[in-house]
Each structure stands twice: as C-alpha cells, then as structure tokens.
C-alpha cells in the first residue's frame, strides 16, 4: 500500500495516487494558486457559519471574530493596540 493513503481515507486510492502525483508535479506558482484559492474558500466558509451564529453583526465585527479564532483573542488585542496607536500617531 502506498504511503499517501493514511492521508485520504475517504477518497478511492486511484484519486488519492492522482492528486498526490499532482502536487508533486504541479508548478510551484501553480500550487500556490491553488493554496490560495483553498483559503479563500475556508474563509469565506467560516465568515458564512460565522454571519449565522451572529445574524445582527456587521461584516467588520464577523472579521474580528474570524482573527480572533485564527490568532487568539491576546494577539488579536496587540494587533489592534498597535494599529489604534499608529492611527493616533498619523
């Protein structure tokens, strides 16, 4: 059995054979396209979930709480003691 099926146990072992031939062939550029286009979708899946759970919030305040689940809400806090006080500074 090959190595990669540990990875997929929910995929037939001919696609997972493919799609890791794919990423080991695909250009680098071509990845990272890809790799982009993945996290855009997560995030804007977990703005969606996130919009349902908080139906009265605006699209800022559901970011907040986006990067507070990402970054945890102490770094999330610095970030924005920082970003208040370069705004104050301008």
């Known amino acids: 059995m090959p190595h990669h099926n540990h990875l997929f146990d929910d995929t ?3 696609i997972a054979a493919r799609l890791v031939t794919h990423w080991r062939e695909a250009p680098a550029l071509q990845k990272l396209a890809e790799m982009s286009s993945l996290n855009a979708t997560v ?4 703005l969606a979930g996130l919009a349902r759970q908080y139906p009265d919030e605006s699209e800022g305040q559901l970011r907040q709480r986006l990067y507070e689940r990402y970054y945890g809400a102490a770094l999330l806090a610095r970030i924005n003691a920082d970003l208040r006080a370069r705004h104050a500074g301008a």
């Open 43 to 46: 995030e804007r899946l977990a």
């Open 12 to 14: 037939a072992p001919h």
